[in-house]
Nanobody, 123 residues
């Protein structure tokens, strides 16, 4: 029900735009977030956006470089990633929280997950 795509290989300093397509439920009313998992590391919260789009949260390491947005009419969530760094290399997952109406950051708080898309940033 969540399909993430848009990953790929990019040089440091480059940009990528990830997309997450939601289907089957009223995702327009859910908090939507992106998480990532780098090799050998735990999955971490990257960015989240409330259903209205007015509440947004980022992990400190991506502030000023990444932008999350959503189009509720299309059931889509996006992550624009600029000024990419090698440490951004990870599998990126989109996730939906059907419970809260604010952005939460813990994995266990999200009920729906996409399959992940790999982002590789070369130095």
């Amino acid at each position: 029900q969540l399909q993430a795509y848009g990953g790929g290989l990019v040089q440091a300093g480059g940009s990528l735009r990830l997309s997450c397509a939601a289907s089957g439920r009223i995702f327009s009313s859910y908090v939507m977030s992106w998480f990532r998992q780098a090799p050998g590391k735990e999955r971490e919260f990257v960015a989240g956006i409330a259903w209205s789009g007015r509440t947004i949260s980022y992990v400190d390491s991506v502030k000023g470089r990444f932008t999350i947005s959503r189009d509720n009419a299309k059931n889509m969530v996006y992550l624009q990633m600029n000024s990419l760094k090698p440490e951004d290399t990870a599998v990126y997952y989109c996730a939906a929280d059907a419970v809260a109406n604010w952005v939460r950051t813990e994995i266990r708080q999200y009920q729906y997950w996409g399959q992940g898309t790999l982002v590789t940033v070369s130095s």
